[in-house]
């Protein structure tokens, strides 16, 4: 049973910064892509930014620049360093890991952790 626990979130003024946690277990962590989402109220989930086994990331663009997703597969954990905040950044973000096999893909999400940012 994969079990993903997200941390880090909180309230912070525009400008800060925040570093979420997502501890993975239950999985072979290390070849599966792991990603960050975010949901706005009223809004849909959106990608906030991916990385894939091999340490490859992406971005929305709305946050590249200023946040950065890194992994540690010894931890079994993935990051996501937010710096210059803003408050449309505000939202419940979500860890997400993706597993595919073949042509199946199996994606699993944590519960979330809410980032609030004030102006």
């Known amino acids: 049973q994969v079990q993903l626990v997200e941390s880090g979130g909180g309230l912070v003024q525009a400008g800060g910064s925040l570093r979420l946690s997502c501890a993975a277990s239950g999985s072979i962590f290390s070849i599966n892509a792991m990603g960050w989402y975010r949901q706005a109220p009223g809004k849909q989930r959106e990608l906030v930014a991916v990385?894939?086994?091999?340490?490859?990331?992406n971005y929305a663009d709305s946050v590249k620049g200023r946040f950065t997703i890194s992994r540690d597969n010894a931890k079994n954990t993935v990051y996501l360093q937010m710096n210059s905040l803003k408050p449309e950044d505000t939202a419940v973000y979500y860890c997400?890991?993706?597993?595919?096999?073949?042509?199946?893909?199996?994606?699993?999400w944590g519960q979330g952790t809410q980032v609030t940012v004030s102006s």
């Open positions: 990385i894939t086994s091999g340490g490859s990331t």
């Open positions: 997400n890991e993706r597993k595919v096999v073949g042509a199946v893909r199996v994606d699993y």
